[in-house]
DNA sequence: ATTATTATTTCGATTAATCTAAATATTTTA
DNA sequence: TAAAATATTTAGATTAATCGAAATAATAAT
């Protein structure tokens, strides 16, 4: 069994490798920790012995596919947590981590069965990122641009096609960011411009350029 | 700030004590901690420095008032998530404990202000115990026979008068226990026998003596 | 290819929580 | 009330997590 800030390492390993894909130092690591080199060290050692990362000194950290389910499993209780701060208790955006990094950390299967189950299974947290299964699976995200989603569509904004500055101050003029909840509501054949409500409040058209280049994920 | 296994020290010390009536020894203290004599009085010593209790050698603990306070609040959170488990995601009673046991030493106001509202601000959880409020004010709960109570009531049986062996066998046959629901769904005229529905299942016929004595909490 | 810089690890200490065994205080009992 | 039994505390160790300072390795620069 793996204490809070053992798999608090874990998934923060997992994190600054991409998933796997490159070791990780120790000073990126202290840094995202927020503690001492010396401490990464110390931590290191001991998850290397529980043999959830691969470590040789002075080379960086590789988590291990043992390491690597238990961060998923970390990842999936702290998105499904997410889902219900947002969809049952109305939380917002910046208020989030700092709840969720607590209750990810609580043992209990029974628990995130049910709450998933009562979240309707949910396969994307409120950021768009994707909940990984029980087995640690990731669905990988899928960002489908607006152009190319029905009417009635409704989800979350998880990247834009390009970054011109001009553009993004547009979106940042409308009031739409990485995580923004839109609703499609309308689609004007003749041309392709989209009506779309912004976080259920205003409603606003779109350029068939722009509906090209807001990408959402399918929730 | 207190630590996880602080707070634990000090419900113990609450529930022990019996609201702080009367001190608390060390040995029973140990035994309710499953843990050693010895770290029993090392962490009494600590929590006597952090004034949340009063402390004499060999003489026993004594919460204090600012020790009651936290103590009321850990009990409060405990209780709120008991409601949410059975209500939302419909644990059982022997579920229970283990789960919220963990989730009540989640530091957020902000959780639990919100999780309050979303269980329309319980009174009671569901073994009948109240929940105390944000001041830690506790309302005593109200345990009232069945036969003083209207028809349509639904409730929580939290306890019996007298405790005769064959009453309790009786209760124990039709399934009725500290803690089952039951629901007041008729009441005969002609000698005051009741209807009462079992934990939303079966519905039967009580006895005007047996109304009189199953305790029931106004929740 | 040395030297300088940067990254990493080791060493020795600290704090919280725990334990066993030994010492001490309190209570009970004869 | 003195001895026996019980309860409690102290002393000394241990483990997890942390740190600063010193030592060492790797990398970059001249």
Redesign the pocket.
């Known amino acids: 069994m793996l ?4 798999e608090n390492y874990l998934k923060a390993i997992y994190h600054l490798s991409e998933a796997g894909k490159r070791p990780v ?4 690591l202290a840094e995202e920790m927020k ?12 998850l290397s012995e529980k043999r959830m990362v691969d470590y040789q ?2 080379r ?1 950290v590789n988590i291990s596919e043992k390491g690597k389910i238990k961060a998923l499993h970390v990842i999936r209780q702290h998105r499904i947590w997410k889902v219900f701060l947002v969809e049952k208790l109305n939380f917002q955006w910046d208020q989030l981590d700092e709840v969720a990094e607590q209750l990810e950390h609580i043992k209990s299967p029974l628990l995130f069965q049910r709450l998933d189950e009562f979240l309707g299974f949910p396969k994307f947290d409120p950021h768009g990122d994707p909940i990984p299964d029980e087995n640690g699976q990731l669905i990988e995200k899928r960002k489908d641009p607006i152009a190319q989603l029905p009417v009635g569509t409704a989800s979350i904004v998880v990247g834009v096609n390009g970054s011109s500055a001009s553009f993004l101050k547009y979106l940042d003029k409308v009031g739409i960011s990485i995580g923004t909840r839109l609703q499609i509501v309308d689609r004007m054949e003749f041309d392709g411009s989209v009506d779309i409500t912004i976080d259920g409040k205003k409603t606003i058209t779109i350029s068939p350029t722009v509906a090209e280049n807001i990408l959402l994920s399918e929730a």
């Open positions: 204490s809070f800030v053992e130092n120790t000073n990126a503690t001492a080199p010396a401490s990464v060290s110390d931590m290191i050692k001991r000194k002075y960086g």
